[in-house]
């Protein structure tokens, strides 16, 4: 054989390039089949190419220009299979998924045929044995390798829809077993997954991917629709449910039947689940949404409840269930034996071939609830109930804030504090200290404690009852607490008007009256005056708020008059600090006002508007609520240009609502990071807290790949040098998230000089920062050896 020599750099570069490939797939954890199939597929292809690739350079064959291009062509491919696969998550479409990775495995499998065939020319004269031997294996098993079947069922399909013919009900099977669409919530879960990729297409105007996910979109219809009429509910009688009585969302008997803007009826709980995720248009018009508010179809429930009754299936009732088993699904209110054992109402066994549910399913979705009642404010914390918690995220924005004391407009920080009465938990439960702003634990976490969730707010995590919590203004005097007893109250005695002075409910109405008064200057002193009752005195706030001063004062945030606004919205957040008045203040519609105020108030004004969306984000359903209305860009401008106050109440705000996952995305595609990168200049001071709001978002593809653009890298390896404790262990989780996702951003933290903090981090650090410092290090090692172990083999 002519031994010439070749130009293996990008040979060289294909092989390091599968290397990789290959140690990803086999660190990653297993993945849903098909999906998972196509990946192992995927390292098959490339694994026995790699042999070939090894032949090319030990026996130097010759590599002409266009070897030598379709092997970059492959690099090229074989990198984007990756990215696609460190992106993957289980939260993405299950069919976009398997025709992007089928596609994927397609596109390798074509260049690697062309590949091989390139080489077996380029061989001047009779190849070892062992050479041809590779080759000719290598592509009879390329050529043999067929298309996942789930992708040819998902084409035939789409196919037949572009040619305007209803798909074949066999292909609608095969896909709905294939991908486990076997029961109404995954059905559910691949709607809203499919609908918010199609958007994502849409707001990035990528045509191509836009039409493909429409197409998407369509099936996803077709198979609710196949499942409709193929598996209908049915009761003891053997009678089957009316479709008209089902939700065209989640298929299920609809309990509390809701009608959005488009006219279209859903059960209440589909149709929140499907808003809470941002989706504006109606699942089954396609019709954009031109409000969200869901309007009870009294009419369709009386319907139900008249069809029930005459068929003589029991329904519990909403409140009662509610009570003794908490938030379940609608078909879960009808009583076990009102159901035959081949009923497929909600998850409950299918009455045909195809399994609507399954123990791993449901074992399954029990896990994961589990798991989200330990959610961190940035990752997952892997700990058990009941075992002793890790402060596994050490936020620097446990806290809220009133009114200064320095000013009367201007505002500071304060501490988060447990409200006695609201948890009903003991005060020897409740030892908690206020420091500098933060919270610590004077005592180890009891049972009692963890039971109300208090355990995991002071470790950083996620609060299940986040409504349990009061304000400590700036002085250390408790806020309101969630007892709203008036029985302390004289209401006939008569104080002058202050800020610590107790006030009487009539000279609040009194005041109340003044602010619908047509003169702006009485509107203003009125304002004022509400401000300084509440700046300091809790009673004061369960009073005013319990007067109906609510709606008025939100009105004052549409006035022209700066200072009008201004005391408005400082009265406002002085009031959100009582959880009473949270509830007052969200169902009076503050949002928009407050939004309003971010967009148009003067400097203190902002401030305390983003205090109070901060204020009103405690309460765990108000964070869906405000993400979704468009704060989050008006809070991001507020990072972006505001005073330093401003950027710190706008970070503090946007922290809050990032604890809500689906809030991520919409900070990052806010352009949150690039100010957020900015802010971690120590000049700012506000370092920790936009580590710490990074941390969250790191947790998101996109999030990740903001930062690095950024020029993140370089200051979290400076802060991991010369930052806080809480600054490092943030800076040290942000760069694991990083790395462990991407090559490229390992190699850039490494280029920085990483390894030096890091290994002191992992000395002396605090607990968690040892951790991931040490998590990090341990990556970097695995890394080196892959690596010599290539270099050894090439």
């Given at each position: 054989?002519?031994?010439?020599?070749?130009?293996?750099?990008?040979?060289?570069?294909?092989?390091?390039?599968?290397?990789?490939?290959?140690?990803?797939?086999?660190?990653?954890?297993?993945?849903?089949?098909?999906?998972?199939?196509?990946?192992?597929?995927?390292?098959?292809?490339?694994?026995?190419?790699?042999?070939?690739?090894?032949?090319?350079?030990?026996?130097?064959?010759?590599?002409?220009?266009?070897?030598?291009?379709?092997?970059?062509?492959?690099?090229?491919?074989?990198?984007?299979?990756?990215?696609?696969?460190?992106?993957?998550?289980?939260?993405?479409?299950?069919?976009?998924?398997?025709?992007?990775?089928?596609?994927?495995?397609?596109?390798?499998?074509?260049?690697?045929?062309?590949?091989?065939?390139?080489?077996?020319?380029?061989?001047?004269?009779?190849?070892?044995?062992?050479?041809?031997?590779?080759?000719?294996?290598?592509?009879?098993?390329?050529?043999?390798?067929?298309?996942?079947?789930?992708?040819?069922?998902?084409?035939?399909?789409?196919?037949?829809?572009?040619?305007?013919?209803?798909?074949?009900?066999?292909?609608?099977?095969?896909?709905?077993?294939?991908?486990?669409?076997?029961?109404?919530?995954?059905?559910?879960?691949?709607?809203?997954?499919?609908?918010?990729?199609?958007?994502?297409?849409?707001?990035?105007?990528?045509?191509?991917?836009?039409?493909?996910?429409?197409?998407?979109?369509?099936?996803?219809?077709?198979?609710?629709?196949?499942?409709?009429?193929?598996?209908?509910?049915?009761?003891?009688?053997?009678?089957?449910?009316?479709?008209?009585?089902?939700?065209?969302?989640?298929?299920?008997?609809?309990?509390?039947?809701?009608?959005?803007?488009?006219?279209?009826?859903?059960?209440?709980?589909?149709?929140?689940?499907?808003?809470?995720?941002?989706?504006?248009?109606?699942?089954?018009?396609?019709?954009?949404?031109?409000?969200?508010?869901?309007?009870?179809?009294?009419?369709?429930?009386?319907?139900?409840?008249?069809?029930?009754?005459?068929?003589?299936?029991?329904?519990?009732?909403?409140?009662?269930?509610?009570?003794?088993?908490?938030?379940?699904?609608?078909?879960?209110?009808?009583?076990?034996?009102?159901?035959?054992?081949?009923?497929?109402?909600?998850?409950?066994?299918?009455?045909?071939?195809?399994?609507?549910?399954?123990?791993?399913?449901?074992?399954?979705?029990?896990?994961?609830?589990?798991?989200?009642?330990?959610?961190?404010?940035?990752?997952?914390?892997?700990?058990?109930?009941?075992?002793?918690?890790?402060?596994?995220?050490?936020?620097?924005?446990?806290?809220?804030?009133?009114?200064?004391?320095?000013?009367?407009?201007?505002?500071?920080?304060?501490?988060?504090?447990?409200?006695?009465?609201?948890?009903?938990?003991?005060?020897?439960?409740?030892?908690?200290?206020?420091?500098?702003?933060?919270?610590?634990?004077?005592?180890?976490?009891?049972?009692?404690?963890?039971?109300?969730?208090?355990?995991?707010?002071?470790?950083?995590?996620?609060?299940?009852?986040?409504?349990?919590?009061?304000?400590?203004?700036?002085?250390?005097?408790?806020?309101?607490?969630?007892?709203?007893?008036?029985?302390?109250?004289?209401?006939?005695?008569?104080?002058?008007?202050?800020?610590?002075?107790?006030?009487?409910?009539?000279?609040?109405?009194?005041?109340?009256?003044?602010?619908?008064?047509?003169?702006?200057?009485?509107?203003?002193?009125?304002?004022?005056?509400?401000?300084?009752?509440?700046?300091?005195?809790?009673?004061?706030?369960?009073?005013?708020?319990?007067?109906?001063?609510?709606?008025?004062?939100?009105?004052?945030?549409?006035?022209?008059?700066?200072?009008?606004?201004?005391?408005?919205?400082?009265?406002?957040?002085?009031?959100?600090?009582?959880?009473?008045?949270?509830?007052?203040?969200?169902?009076?519609?503050?949002?928009?006002p407050l939004i309003h105020v971010l967009k148009t108030g003067n400097d203190s004004a902002k401030e305390n508007s983003a205090a109070a969306l901060f204020s009103l984000s405690v309460i765990e359903n108000n964070k869906a609520r405000i993400g979704r209305s468009g704060a989050v860009k008006a809070l991001v401008d507020l990072l972006a240009s505001g005073t330093l106050r401003g950027k710190k109440d706008a970070a503090t705000a946007l922290f809050n609502l990032s604890i809500f996952h689906e809030n991520k995305a919409r900070i990052v595609q806010a352009g949150a990071v690039k100010f957020l990168v900015r802010l971690m200049d120590h000049a700012e001071g506000m370092v920790d807290k936009a580590?710490?709001?990074?941390?969250?978002?790191?947790?998101?593809?996109?999030?990740?790949?903001?930062?690095?653009?950024?020029?993140?890298?370089?200051?979290?390896?400076?802060?991991?040098?010369?930052?806080?404790?809480?600054?490092?262990?943030?800076?040290?989780?942000?760069?694991?998230?990083?790395?462990?996702?991407?090559?490229?951003?390992?190699?850039?933290?490494?280029?920085?000089?990483?390894?030096?903090?890091?290994?002191?981090?992992?000395?002396?650090?605090?607990?968690?920062?040892?951790?991931?410092?040490?998590?990090?290090?341990?990556?970097?090692?695995?890394?080196?050896?892959?690596?010599?172990?290539?270099?050894?083999?090439?």
């Amino acid at each position: 054989m002519h031994i010439g020599q070749a130009d293996t750099t990008s040979v060289k570069c294909l092989i390091n390039s599968i290397s990789r490939f290959i140690h990803l797939v086999s660190c990653q954890t297993m993945k849903p089949i098909p999906f998972q199939t196509i990946c192992n597929n995927m390292v098959g292809v490339l694994k026995r190419l790699k042999p070939v690739l090894d032949d090319v350079m030990d026996y130097k064959i010759p590599s002409d220009a266009n070897l030598c291009k379709e092997c970059e062509n492959l690099d090229m491919r074989v990198n984007e299979a990756r990215d696609f696969i460190e992106k993957w998550s289980p939260k993405m479409s299950k069919i976009h998924s398997v025709l992007q990775g089928g596609t994927l495995l397609i596109k390798l499998q074509s260049s690697s045929l062309d590949i091989c065939h390139m080489i077996v020319r380029s061989l001047q004269s009779p190849p070892s044995a062992s050479v041809l031997a590779n080759l000719q294996h290598y592509i009879q098993e390329l050529q043999c390798l067929k298309k996942e079947m789930a992708m040819v069922y998902i084409e035939e399909a789409l196919r037949s829809q572009r040619d305007n013919i209803e798909p074949c009900k066999e292909h609608l099977k095969e896909i709905i077993e294939l991908l486990k669409l076997t029961s109404n919530q995954e059905l559910l879960k691949e709607s809203i997954a499919v609908e918010k990729e199609r958007l994502n297409a849409e707001t990035n105007k990528m045509k191509g991917d836009l039409v493909e996910m429409n197409e998407i979109v369509i099936l996803v219809r077709t198979l609710r629709d196949y499942v409709m009429k193929t598996e209908c509910p049915v009761v003891k009688s053997g009678l089957s449910i009316p479709p008209y009585f089902c939700c065209p969302l989640s298929l299920e008997l609809m309990l509390d039947p809701v009608i959005v803007a488009s006219g279209q009826t859903y059960e209440r709980q589909s149709m929140q689940k499907w808003l809470d995720h941002g989706l504006t248009v109606c699942p089954k018009t396609r019709q954009r949404l031109t409000h969200t508010k869901l309007i009870p179809n009294y009419t369709v429930k009386a319907m139900i409840a008249t069809w029930c009754e005459e068929n003589n299936v029991k329904l519990y009732g909403n409140s009662e269930h509610n009570k003794s088993s908490g938030t379940t699904s609608p078909s879960d209110h009808l009583l076990s034996q009102d159901l035959t054992p081949n009923c497929c109402v909600g998850s409950l066994p299918s009455c045909n071939s195809i399994s609507r549910s399954s123990p791993k399913t449901e074992s399954t979705f029990e896990k994961q609830k589990g798991d989200n009642s330990f959610r961190l404010c940035g990752e997952y914390n892997g700990c058990q109930s009941g075992g002793t918690e890790k402060c596994e995220q050490q936020s620097p924005y446990v806290h809220s804030r009133s009114e200064s004391f320095s000013s009367s407009i201007s505002s500071t920080d304060c501490t988060l504090a447990v409200s006695k009465d609201v948890s009903g938990i003991s005060n020897k439960h409740q030892n908690v200290k206020v420091l500098s702003g933060e919270i610590t634990k004077a005592c180890p976490p009891s049972p009692s404690n963890k039971q109300s969730g208090i355990s995991s707010w002071l470790s950083g995590k996620q609060f299940q009852n986040p409504g349990s919590y009061e304000g400590v203004l700036e002085n250390g005097n408790n806020n309101d607490s969630n007892n709203n007893s008036h029985s302390s109250i004289d209401s006939h005695s008569v104080f002058n008007s202050g800020s610590d002075e107790l006030t009487t409910s009539s000279h609040i109405n009194k005041l109340i009256e003044d602010l619908h008064h047509h003169s702006i200057e009485t509107k203003t002193t009125a304002a004022e005056e509400l401000r300084l009752l509440t700046k300091h005195n809790k009673e004061n706030r369960i009073i005013v708020g319990k007067c109906g001063a609510v709606m008025p004062l939100l009105s004052l945030l549409y006035s022209d008059g700066k200072v009008t606004q201004e005391h408005a919205v400082t009265a406002l957040l002085n009031l959100s600090i009582n959880e009473d008045n949270k509830a007052l203040i969200m169902e009076a519609g503050a949002i928009e006002p407050l939004i309003h105020v971010l967009k148009t108030g003067n400097d203190s004004a902002k401030e305390n508007s983003a205090a109070a969306l901060f204020s009103l984000s405690v309460i765990e359903n108000n964070k869906a609520r405000i993400g979704r209305s468009g704060a989050v860009k008006a809070l991001v401008d507020l990072l972006a240009s505001g005073t330093l106050r401003g950027k710190k109440d706008a970070a503090t705000a946007l922290f809050n609502l990032s604890i809500f996952h689906e809030n991520k995305a919409r900070i990052v595609q806010a352009g949150a990071v690039k100010f957020l990168v900015r802010l971690m200049d120590h000049a700012e001071g506000m370092v920790d807290k936009a580590v710490a709001l990074l941390s969250n978002l790191s947790t998101i593809p996109e999030g990740r790949f903001e930062i690095a653009r950024e020029g993140g890298i370089p200051l979290l390896v400076e802060i991991l040098e010369s930052g806080s404790q809480r600054g490092k262990e943030n800076a040290a989780s942000i760069l694991l998230q990083l790395c462990l996702h991407s090559t490229k951003f390992c190699t850039l933290v490494l280029q920085e000089g990483a390894v030096p903090p890091l290994v002191g981090l992992s000395q002396s650090g605090t607990p968690r920062a040892r951790e991931k410092a040490q998590q990090l290090l341990s990556h970097f090692r695995n890394l080196r050896e892959l690596a010599a172990s290539g270099k050894g083999k090439s």
